[in-house]
Nanobody, 119 residues
């Protein structure tokens, strides 16, 4: 059974960088054909895909967030991380790490972590 667990601060000040980690158990970040995603859901809005890092380590980002987003991984810890710079209150959301299967959507989600951007 694959499990994903987000971790990081629940409160970030405006203009700072939001950093979250996702620790994966029961599966490897380097297994072929899997993509490791960050998806967020602001209050009262639908989910927004932010970006992913593939089994090979390549990354893709949402065009609207690309300039502020960085996704990386530490294969020794089986962990991937999200950094979102220059945050504003509009970045307040529940952030999820999610496993994607090439061409087949998402199959495992973390429980989500609430991040509030406020001074």
């Amino acid at each position: 059974q694959v499990q994903l667990q987000e971790s990081g601060p629940g409160l970030v000040k405006p203009s700072q960088t939001l950093s979250l980690a996702c620790t994966v158990s029961g599966g490897s970040l380097t297994t072929n054909n899997y993509y490791w995603n960050w998806i967020r859901q602001p209050p009262g809005k639908g989910p927004e895909w932010m970006g992913d890092i593939s089994y090979s380590g390549s990354t893709n980002y949402s065009p609207s967030l690309k300039s502020r987003t960085s996704i990386s991984r530490d294969t020794s810890k089986n962990q991937f991380t999200l950094k979102l710079s220059s945050v504003t209150p509009e970045d307040t959301a529940v952030y999820y790490c999610v496993r994607g299967v090439g061409g087949s959507g998402y199959d495992y989600w973390g429980q989500g972590t609430q991040v509030i951007v406020s001074s």
